[in-house]
Nanobody, 118 residues
């Protein structure tokens, strides 16, 4: 069983930055693909970013390319999402998810709220 716990959300002004963290329990973290998703109010959950086990392969939604960076520290069982130049449309609950194959999520965190004010 894997547990994922997100942290680092909060309220920030447009143009500001936040770094989200997702701490994972369990022995599968270092060989897994880690992902960030988000869900705004009244919207469907959408993919934000993903990173492979070694950190050598990353994917991003077009809307966050150049502003968000996903990274991981396998020694700490933690994946990060550095979010810069935040926009009001980035406001959402952000979830991390663990996958054993690309785009097939096996475990989800409980989410952390990010609110960007204009």
């Amino acid at each position: 069983q894997v547990q994922l716990v997100e942290s680092g959300g909060g309220l920030v002004q447009a143009g500001g930055s936040l770094r989200l963290s997702c701490a994972a329990s369990g022995r599968t973290f270092s060989r897994s693909i880690m992902n960030w998703f988000r869900q705004g109010a009244g919207k469907e959950r959408e993919f934000v970013a993903a990173i492979n086990w070694s950190g050598t392969n990353t994917n991003y939604h077009d809307s966050v390319k150049g502003r968000f960076t996903i990274s991981r520290d396998n020694a700490k069982n933690t994946v990060y999402l550095q979010m810069n130049n935040l926009k009001p449309e980035d406001t959402a609950v952000y979830y991390c998810a663990l996958a054993n194959v690309w785009y097939k999520m096996d475990y989800w965190g409980q989410g952390t709220q990010v609110t960007v004010s204009s």
